[in-house]
DNA sequence: CTCAGTGTTCAGTG
DNA sequence: TCACTGAACACTGA
């Protein structure tokens, strides 16, 4: 699920649905990895009978503003996902957290590979990891002369530092891959290495990436098939993209997908 | 049966 | 302290 187009998409989805409502009823999972031990009671003594007054994202973070702190901050992980039902009978598999609301609605997260986080933060924006985060596509203008700063004193791969999140927040493993690929740059070139002009090719990329995602609700079928999204699942098959090879290699500990120039 | 995966964090190194 | 690398985390599906 979890890129910044898919998590902004989620919080769209919830704030749609769920902001305004009463929370009556609370089930929280047992599982002290994705709470990281802190207990169902206090969790749910926290969230019963508060009122949502908003969904905020920063980068793959989402949290719930309700009428008293503290609040529950979510991280998607690698296959976290938000669910909105009515009957308890729908509950997904692997939920770990649902929200009764008033007027019978719920909402839940559920994680299967329990790589996701739920928090229990007092400002989330202001606490770690949110207050780490770099720039957000969405959120912040990227600026340009920042930025090349920022990657002049990196000597890791290009591919590498987009990962880094106190850097680029919401940008994953196939954002990256697609904004190297729209750019003409090789994902091995060390950051420090880029012209003024690449790295402003590269903020150009990723704001027209994110937004476009955004904008067809993160379903990648209706992502534009110019994109390297298309091809690049098929690892095995030595798959082409106009007519040029898509080579495989690991950069900045993921595999990465990319097209030699010529 | 084996392995890779839309992610983060931490230990270890330089 | 900082930048960086690689492993660990947990589980499913190809």
Known sequence: MPELPEVETARRRAEKYITGKG??????????IVFQGVSSRKF????????????????KHIWLELDERPWPTFHFGMTGRFHFYHRQSERPKFCKLELGLRGGRRFAMSNVRRFGRIRLLEDPERCPPINKLGFDVLLDKLDVEK??????????????????????????????????YQAGLDPHRPACQLSTEAV???????????????????????????????????????????????EFDVVGGRTTAWVPRR
Do not use: M
């Open 44 to 59: 749910a003594a926290a969230l019963d009978g508060r009122k949502i007054l908003a969904v905020k994202r920063r980068g």
């Open 200 to 246: 402003t090719k590269i903020c150009r990329c990723l704001g027209r990436i994110v937004r476009k995602a955004v904008a067809v609700d993160a379903e990648s079928a209706r992502f534009p098939r110019s994109w390297l999204f298309h091809y690049r699942w098929y690892k095995s098959s030595q798959p082409t993209i106009d007519g040029k090879r898509i």
């Open 147 to 180: 930025i090349g700063r920022i990657l002049s004193g990196r000597a890791a791969a290009i591919k590498a530092v987009l990962l880094d999140q106190s850097v680029f927040a919401g940008v994953g493993n196939w954002i990256a891959d697609e904004v190297l």
């Open 23 to 32: 929370i009556a009823g609370v089930y929280i999972a047992r599982d002290p």
